[in-house]
Every structure is written in structure tokens, then in C-alpha cells.
């Protein structure tokens, strides 16, 4: 049985869902993407995945080759194709085959569909160690295939014992590489930077899902707040809600607030309409 | 006639050097690469390219599949199967086939023939206007695929009718996305940004010529310097040396010593060996 890929106008099997070496990708790392995961077959949070994805081209200057009705139809036909409940679907689109080495040539896009790694229950339940490291994604509006800093960063994020990491830059907190962050302060606020993190899909849910119980705040996060804070945790479509139990060397001493969300999380992503 | 590609173990015709689609270029844009140029079909500053090339590919964690001397054979019957004078090779390795989509999988090795733009003799007569923008790449020292900025920024560059951009960041200059700064300062010292930069073949090359006529000095270069400086130049593989007439709205009064160094770079590279 094929993995069904489907390239700029058609579905072909995985192994040949190949670019060719001019493509901007390749050449100058320039392209964007989504990803969103299923339940059971069922796409979740599609529209505003596809918001995200237009709103992402349209900041890059790609022109997608489908419609989002179209793109959409595209989605449904490539699940029951693959027929692989509960994996996560990719829509990538980069700056196509270029003439010059450098400029946009016509977008290439690109749908797969791949299972993920979930945290672990540990990590759910202890929370996870992040590692501060002074950056900032340029472009942070968009969902860029911009990488570099994150994966150059591994070996120093394991020979930290880290999970994660957290990028800072002047003293501000903006992300993780592929997550979003938060902090519980001393008066049970939740705090996420505002302008200069990717806008999550998951983050903007908790936001809503939070704002029934606790006061919510989008704006600059400073490094030292965790030093006060009670609880910090992070936020995406694979992890969810994810505790966070030490940052650097400073240890958080509860999660109770981030499991609560978790939960309240889960049950609103077992009932979400697509 | 077949314009020949190598991808990693063997010369394909052009249209078959493709990758999957789970390259790490095109899943993070995570790659490095070189581009060296032939004077008729002899490869330039190959050893330096050649060291900056596994001094990228070190730094950024990825092992080339080929050893030194084997990839200099590639080089060579690359060109001898191609007979493409005048042209230029780029050598590209990436992240490879990544099983999860996010850590280094076996390097994807690529060498290509490209011919390249050289500077109009309009621009090397007058020269050229910057728009500097605010940034600084990250990795500097690696020679990283990513152009994200770069490429972004074109629309922006085209806007206000100049030729390159100009990263600032704090104050300070760094580089052009595609080359090497230069100021020549009030009494004729040449001064170039030393440590945020990517390292130039051929800004290595003018400091070297330079140092027989003039002070050199790598170090922190102020945007504010631009002002009291006599003249501007950009360095690359492509451009040689391209004499800057304008930054944002300041414009330089003479292009002299620049046209004098190009004058004997000229005469350098048209004698160089290997």
C-alpha cells in the first residue's frame, strides 16, 4: 500500500515525491508550511491551520497553486487515500524552481502526511527541562522552514540534558523552536509574549479555552518573570499543553495549573468540530 | 549534450538530481553549501573554497560523504564532463533524509554547474545603492542555505530601486546577504566588519592584495561610519569588487580607490593558480 504524496497537481507514492535541486528550497532553505493532526481521520483545527498556511505564503510572497476550497479537497482526498488515522498532515510550499539560484520561481507544494511523537507520560507528568539560548526567528509572524538555529543547537541542548529550547533575546522570551511558551504568575496569570513568536494554532485555543478561568495576558514576557512565576508550560499541535519543571537552572515547583488547562484542553479537542 | 550533476555517489544528467521530499533542506532548510568560479575551465581559490566548505559543513554538524581529495576528483570530472568555461560550481550538503522530520539524517551531497550574473559595467562604473535593513544572520561564520531575510526583503529592495541590502544590526554593519562590506575611510585605511560576517574568499583575498598599499583593519564597522567615509565597496565570488555609490540616502563622492583595488584584483586573479 502506498503513502500517497500529493505534488503541485497530483497524488504520487512517497518515493516519488522528489524536487529537483533548483528548488528554492534546496537552494536558499526558502519556504513555508503547516502541519495539523487528525483525530481518528478527522482533520482538527483545518481552518485555521489554512488560515495560518495562506497568511504564511502571502507574507513570503508565495502564490499557492490551489484555492482553499481546492486545497482543501486535495486534504480530504489525500486522508482517504492514506487512510492513517491519528498521524499529522504537512502542507509545504517554497519558493519553486528558480531560474537564478535566488529568486521565487513558481511555488512547489507539497502534502504528506506523517505520524508524530507525542511527549512522554513522564514528561507530561515531571515536566520538561528547557534550555535558554539568546535568539530570535526572524520573520516570526510566519511558518517558515527556517531551522537552521534549531537544529544547529542539539548537541548543546543534550550535552545540557535539555528538552527543549527557549529562545531569548534582550532580556525577552519568544519561543521555543517549535512551540509556544507560558507562565503562570504568583496571582494565577497567564502571560504569553505577544509580537515576536509564531502565532500558534494550540496557543491561540488555550488562550480561549483559559480566558473562563483565569486572566489572560498577550504581551513582552521578560527572562526574569520565571524567577517569580509558579508554573511555565508550552504549547503545540504534537505536545499540546506541556509542563515545564526547570528553566536554565531554575527549578518550578507545581504544574497543577498547566495539568488543569491540559485537561480542560483535551476535552475540548475531543469535542472540536473541525 | 547532459549538464551534469553529482549527488552523492554518482554524476546524474540534470533533470535526475532531485531529492525526496524528506530532505532536511526542504523539511527545515537546513544546509550549507560553496561557490567557486572558473577562470576558462579552471576552478579559483579552490583550497580556500575547499576549506571554508568543510569548515561549514564541520560547524554545522554534517559529515560530507567524501573525503577532500575525492571530492576534488568530483570537482574535476564534474568539469571535464560538463566543458562549461566561464562558469561556476556549487557544492551543497544537507541535513540528508531526516527519519522524524527534524534531526540530521546522512548528509545529502550535491555538486552543480551554474553560469552566474557578473555586475553590469554600468554598476562597476558608478556603482551600486544598498538599503540597509535590520538583521544579522545567524551562524555567520557558516555558509548556511538560509536566505530567508534575503529573499523576503526583495520586494522591499526593488520598492526603493536598490540594487543589494545591507544588514545593520544595533549599529553595527555586517554584510551584504550575498557579500562582503568594505569602507574606505578619510585617509584611505580599508575597514571591514570582522567577527559578524560570513568569511570571504575574496574579501581574503583584497585584505591580502591591500595590505601591499594600504592600512587594513577588521573590526566592528558603525553605520555611522558610512558618513565620514570616501568610499564603499562589496566583495563576493560573483561581484569581485562592486563599488557602492549609495547607502539609504548617502551617497559616496568617488569610487577611486575602489576602482584601483579592482584594478589589481584583476591582474591577481587573472595570474592566480589554483
Same mark, same amino acid.
Not at 543547537?153 to 509556544?180: H, T
Given at each position: 500500500m502506498h503513502n500517497w504524496v500529493f505534488l503541485n497537481d497530483r497524488f504520487v507514492p512517497e518515493n516519488e515525491a522528489v524536487l529537483s535541486y533548483r528548488d528554492l528550497s534546496f537552494q536558499r532553505g526558502y519556504g513555508i508550511f503547516d502541519f495539523f493532526r487528525l483525530r481518528g481521520n478527522t482533520p482538527l483545527f483545518l481552518e485555521d491551520h489554512l488560515d495560518r498556511f495562506y497568511f504564511s505564503a502571502e507574507s513570503a510572497h508565495l502564490l499557492p497553486p490551489l484555492e482553499r476550497e481546492a486545497l482543501k479537497a486535495v486534504v480530504f482526498e489525500l486522508l482517504n487515500r492514506n487512510n492513517r488515522p491519528d498521524t499529522g498532515v504537512r502542507l509545504s510550499l517554497t519558493g519553486g524552481y528558480s531560474e537564478d539560484g535566488f529568486n521565487i520561481g513558481k511555488p512547489t507544494l507539497l502534502l504528506s502526511q506523517h505520524p508524530f511523537s507525542a511527549p512522554t507520560e513522564k514528561q507530561v507528568r515531571q515536566g520538561i527541562k528547557l534550555l535558554s539560548y539568546a535568539y530570535q526567528r526572524p520573520l516570526p509572524q510566519i511558518k517558515s522552514i527556517d531551522y537552521l538555529?534549531? *537544529?544547529?543547537?542539539?548537541?548543546?541542548? *543534550? #550535552? +545540557?540534558?535539555? @528538552?527543549?529550547?527557549?529562545?531569548?533575546? @534582550?532580556?525577552? *522570551?519568544? #519561543?521555543?523552536?517549535?512551540? +509556544? %511558551? %507560558?507562565?503562570?504568575? #504568583? @496571582? @494565577?496569570?497567564?502571560v504569553t509574549p505577544a509580537q515576536n513568536a509564531l502565532p500558534g494554532i494550540t496557543r491561540k485555543k488555550v488562550l480561549e479555552i483559559a480566558k473562563q478561568k483565569f486572566i489572560t495576558e498577550e504581551r513582552p514576557v521578560a527572562y526574569e518573570e520565571i524567577f517569580t512565576a509558579k508554573e511555565a508550560f508550552i504549547t503545540s499541535t504534537t505536545k499540546q499543553i506541556l509542563p515545564v519543571a526547570q528553566i536554565d537552572s531554575h527549578s518550578f515547583l507545581q504544574n497543577r495549573i498547566s495539568h488543569q488547562l491540559l485537561q480542560l484542553f483535551k476535552t475540548y479537542w475531543t469535542n472540536a468540530l473541525v
Open positions: 538555529m534549531a *537544529i544547529w543547537l542539539q548537541p548543546k541542548r *543534550i #550535552e +545540557n540534558g535539555a @528538552d527543549d529550547l527557549l529562545y531569548v533575546q @534582550d532580556g525577552y *522570551i519568544s #519561543e521555543c523552536p517549535r512551540s +509556544n %511558551f %507560558f507562565l503562570v504568575t #504568583e @496571582d @494565577d496569570r497567564l
